[in-house]
């Protein structure tokens, strides 16, 4: 219908009835303008928008259709990657598309406020994840590319969003260009990604990135056990400070690694340095509590606060009687704690403890 009611449609607007004409580039002018009327502008997004087919808009283009760049936008937003295929046969879209002057290099301090703005289509594909697109982009040549100084920008763009999908792309395919900035932020990229352990796997066995202690603390914090244990038997024993594994896994209740230090590892802390990073443990959570004292409560020191962090977080009447069993201590505001919550039976046993004449503490 659209084709043949094309007349009407892209109607020639003469006289008091002309639109103003709009540069298909924005700021800065760039000295070979195409332009386009805004009316045909808001029916290119409509059709853009409508899922025009193939046929029709290689047909429009055929028959000296332009797009602007808020027309590709919505094809790139919707992943016509049909479409800007099909452009690349016409000289007039390709003018538009590959236009290093509609670049606004300033803004590119400000990065991520640009990203839903800007209608650069390097960007506009970025801030959709549209991998098809970037590819087709980056990869339409390699002399006179303006798309090509702008993978450092996508990769800053895949970090700060915690798009996988585009920074795995640009690590299998762009690596050379990326690798300073990737090894400099692999830790905080780690922790950005959501269920992203393969593609961390791969720079680890492809040797793209180093393991470092930091790598191993983001692989704590993401609980990343699998990647955790490859990479610590890749790296000299020497070089690995287990008191800072010990560590991060009390901050993150990552129990798991935890156990293949001690395990696995053979190795054993004193307790005092145990008990410091248990002490120190702000919100601690209730299986992570319940492992340590089933499995570790003879590294923690029998006068430390154990018995009122397990008040605090429930754990069951026997798990504590056990405890009061093994020597911790009680101390006056246990006792209270436990008297507010009702617990009776329990509190017998800790005012017993409480009453010994050992085991006295004020």
């Not at 290689?58 to 990657?81: A, Q, V």
């Not at 803004?107 to 991998?131: C, D, K």
Request: net charge neutral; hydrophobic share 40%; charged share 25%.
């Amino acid at each position: 219908d659209i084709i043949q009611n094309y007349n009407d449609f892209w109607e020639i607007e003469t006289g008091e009835n002309k639109d103003k004409i709009m540069d298909l580039f924005t700021s800065p002018k760039c000295y070979n303008s195409i332009f386009i009327s805004q009316s045909t502008n808001k029916q290119m997004n409509e059709l853009c928008k409508r899922g025009i087919s193939k046929k029709i808009f290689t047909w429009l283009l055929k028959n000296n259709i332009s797009l602007s760049l808020e027309n590709i936008h919505i094809l790139i937003r919707l992943n016509r990657t049909d479409l800007i295929k099909a452009g690349f046969h016409f000289k007039s879209f390709l003018k538009i598309l590959f236009n290093r002057f509609y670049v606004n290099i300033s803004a590119h301090n400000e990065l991520f406020s640009i990203t839903t703005q800007t209608l650069n289509p390097i960007l506009v594909a970025g801030n959709y994840e549209r991998i098809e697109i970037i590819d087709l982009l980056l990869k339409a040549g390699t002399v006179g590319n303006p798309y090509l100084k702008e993978i450092e920008t996508l990769f800053s763009l895949s970090i700060k969003k915690g798009f996988k999908k585009l920074f795995s792309y640009l690590v299998i395919h762009f690596y050379d260009t990326i690798q300073e900035k990737l090894q400099t932020k692999i830790s905080s990229i780690m922790c950005r990604m959501t269920n992203a352990e393969d593609i961390f796997f791969y720079l680890i066995v492809s040797r793209k990135v180093d393991v470092t202690d930091r790598f191993l603390s983001s692989c704590i914090y993401k609980d990343y056990y699998d990647l955790f244990v490859f990479s610590i038997n890749h790296i000299e024993n020497s070089m690995i400070c287990y008191q800072d594994i010990l560590s991060h896994c009390f901050d993150n209740n990552n129990y798991r690694i935890l156990n293949y230090l001690f395990h696995e590892k053979k190795y054993t802390p004193s307790t005092e340095v145990f008990t410091k990073y248990f002490i120190r443990k702000k919100n601690i959570k209730y299986d992570f509590l319940a492992h340590l004292i089933k499995n570790y409560s003879y590294l923690l020191e029998k006068e430390c606060s154990l018995i009122h962090i397990c008040l605090i977080n429930n754990l069951v009447d026997q798990d504590i009687i056990n405890l009061l069993n093994e020597g911790f201590y009680v101390f006056k505001d246990d006792i209270q704690l436990c008297l507010m919550n009702d617990r009776f039976i329990l509190l017998e046993h800790m005012i017993k403890v409480y009453n010994s004449e050992d085991k006295v503490i004020n």
